[in-house]
């Protein structure tokens, strides 16, 4: 949002033009000490080399840059140099100081100039009020430099330019009318240019703009007090430093501050400051009246009632300000205000607090990432750990890293408030994002306990049915062998000894192949609940498909319908149990149904509990329904694949 770049731009002009300056105002301050008042000597030096120092820093991007080189020359050698010369008394000291006391006007037009064109040198349809500007300042200039009434301005008193037949009054009156109203003109083109623009030409405009309102109020505060008071320099020099910088920001860093806090803050803290003096005032009369004038009592009292007064007032006089000043401000701070409100009525989830934050900023790609203590590492609120990249606000409470909002939006000072405004919602999501972590490892230590377990189980397993039961049928083999070799007569004897060893070991093979079945499911649900509604003294109806799943989630429905048949057997007086399995909405749904007595409960130690222990460490749920009288119901849902 620049012009183009000056022919001058690869020249070192700006540097030069800085140097002269420089040099200038070290004659000057040096010639001019103790001739002049301190605060003329130093503070209007420092404000020629601010301008040309900006000036050489802007150069290469606007105009501007140019027009501050070139007068802050101008005011170096003209008005500082030229004014030392002059109270120096030196060859051409009159001379010298004339033009010093006429330099002014020249300097006023540069400020017409810079209203108009900034940033990009542009003037548009305010060109005219150039020409306007330029006629005025001639005129004005011929009616001051050349009027008789300059002369109280010299040592002697007379003016050595003056002409007594030039109606130099006239002149001056019509020339300085013109000008003051071009360079009022010139910041109502300023501020019209600032209402409709935007982007970034508006952030560039809103800070020169502000400082701009606050010359349009030192300036003729300034020059109406110029032969009353010493502070009316003071106050212009001020104000026009102010100016350079403000500009030299816009153009360069207009995004390094936040201008609306500064604006608003601005306004709040005179607003405040008149309020506070006007209520110390109010408490002096008041009590002095009844104490006694002189009274300490009144100082006293009003030293109170200001201290008192500055808190809450300073807030309320803010909340106003911002309302008109800072609209952002104000809207994001009410924003997160009832997001809070909503949050502790329940109406609302901490977690949404990271939207909150990119409606009221603007900023979609916020995000919001809390710090883990524990492990020490940012996690985003869905618990996925996250690496801290580009612009952020780290967020504290009570001296305690909560975590930090990385954020695209250049205004950080408001991102910064509103982050802090929402402390308490952010500090919420960051317990609940650690005990979902912990709950969520706490399952996963579960799950991995019953896969060690399911593991040992296999290797039991194998051991059995490659070790102890291949033995035992080794041994059974080697029995009927020795019984065929018997001849004699107590063979018959031996023979049946021997066969009872063999049933003995049936029985026992029997046994372990019972076990092993029980330990692992070679054929899927279906054959192992047919199996064991076979082996089960009840009348059992197994519903159950031929599908396979995942083992660790056949094992859970395998122990489930064990254990709920188990319990049916022993402690339900049942008759008759119905046991199916089906799948439903990605889950594994084992019910076992039976017709006793009911009254069972999940208790400490029991067996149910245990089943709810296995179900829920695969992220499932078990329940029982047993009113007494009416039967047990036992249902598990287990989360599968098939």
Excluded at 354 to 381: I, Q
Excluded at 603 to 626: F, I, K, Y
Aim: glycine content about 10%; overall charge neutral; some cysteine.
């Amino acid at each position: 949002m620049v012009g183009p770049a000056h022919p001058c731009d690869h020249e070192p002009v700006p540097t030069l033009v800085f140097a002269l300056t420089v040099i200038a105002e070290l004659g000057a301050t040096a010639l001019s000490w103790g001739f002049e008042p301190l605060y003329d000597t130093v503070m209007y030096a420092i404000y020629a080399i601010v301008m040309a120092g900006a000036g050489a820093l802007i150069a290469r991007r606007s105009v501007i840059g140019w027009l501050f080189l070139w007068f802050a020359l101008l005011n170096a050698l003209a008005a500082d140099l030229g004014q030392a010369w002059g109270l120096r008394e030196l060859p051409g000291g009159p001379i010298a100081l004339w033009i010093s006391l006429t330099s002014w006007l020249p300097s006023g037009f540069g400020w017409i100039l810079t209203f108009v064109l900034f940033p990009d040198g542009k003037a548009g349809r305010w060109r005219p009020l150039l020409w306007v500007g330029g006629i005025s300042t001639v005129l004005a200039m011929a009616g001051w430099a050349f009027s008789p009434d300059l002369g109280r301005s010299f040592p002697d008193g007379r003016n050595p330019m003056a002409v007594e037949s030039l109606p130099t009054a006239a002149v001056f009156t019509v020339g300085i009318t013109l000008f003051l109203a071009a360079l009022g003109l010139s910041v109502l083109a300023l501020i019209l240019r600032f209402l409709r623009s935007e982007g970034i030409r508006r952030q560039q405009l809103k800070w020169f703009v502000f400082a701009a309102a606050l010359a349009g109020v030192g300036l003729p505060m300034s020059f109406a007090l110029w032969y009353v008071t010493p502070a009316a320099g003071v106050i212009a020099a001020v104000v026009l430093t102010g100016l350079v910088v403000a500009a030299c920001l816009a153009i360069l860093r207009y995004r390094l501050f936040d201008v609306d806090v500064v604006i608003s803050r601005t306004i709040s803290y005179g607003v405040l400051t008149v309020l506070l003096v006007a209520a110390y005032a109010v408490t002096v009369v008041v009590v002095g009246t009844a104490a006694g004038r002189g009274s300490s009592w009144a100082t006293a009292a009003a030293t109170l009632v200001a201290a008192l007064a500055f808190r809450p007032l300073r807030a309320r006089v803010q909340d106003v300000v911002d309302r008109r000043f800072n609209r952002a401000r104000y809207d994001a701070r009410r924003r997160m205000a009832d997001f809070l409100e909503a949050l502790r009525a329940g109406r609302a989830a901490p977690e949404e607090v990271r939207g909150v934050l990119r409606e009221v900023l603007a900023d979609p790609g916020l995000e919001l990432l809390v710090y883990l203590p524990e492990s020490r590492e940012h996690v985003d609120l869905d618990g996925r750990t996250r690496a801290v990249t580009g612009s952020r606000v780290v967020i504290e409470r009570d001296g305690q890293p909560l975590g930090v909002v990385v954020h695209t939006t250049p205004q950080a000072a408001l991102v910064r408030e509103v982050v802090e405004a929402g402390g308490l919602a952010v500090e919420i999501a960051r317990l609940r994002v650690e005990l979902r972590r912990q709950l969520a490892e706490v399952r996963a230590s579960r799950a991995r306990i019953v896969a060690a377990g399911d593991a040992e189980r296999r290797r039991i397993q194998r051991d059995l049915h490659d070790g102890a039961q291949q033995r035992l049928v080794a041994i059974g083999l080697a029995l009927r062998h020795a019984q065929h070799q018997l001849t004699t007569d107590a063979a018959d004897q031996a023979g049946r000894t021997i066969d009872d060893a063999v049933a003995e070991l049936a029985v026992a093979i029997g046994e372990l192949r019972d076990l092993a079945r029980g330990l692992q499911l070679d054929g899927g649900l279906r054959p192992a609940f047919d199996d064991l509604a076979r082996r089960t003294p009840l009348h059992v109806q197994v519903r159950a498909p031929d599908e396979r799943f995942a083992e660790n989630v056949e094992a859970a429905a395998y122990f489930v319908g064990c254990e709920a048949l188990t319990n049916a057997v022993k402690h339900a007086k049942a008759t008759t149990v119905a046991l199916t399995v089906a799948q439903r909405d990605g889950n594994l749904v084992v019910t076992v149904t039976d017709d006793g007595i009911g009254g069972a409960a999940p208790s400490e130690g029991s067996g149910l509990t245990g089943l709810a222990d296995r179900v829920a460490a695969l992220g499932g749920t078990l329940r029982v329904d047993s009113a007494p009288g009416t039967g047990t119901t036992v249902i598990a849902e287990v989360p599968c694949e098939s």
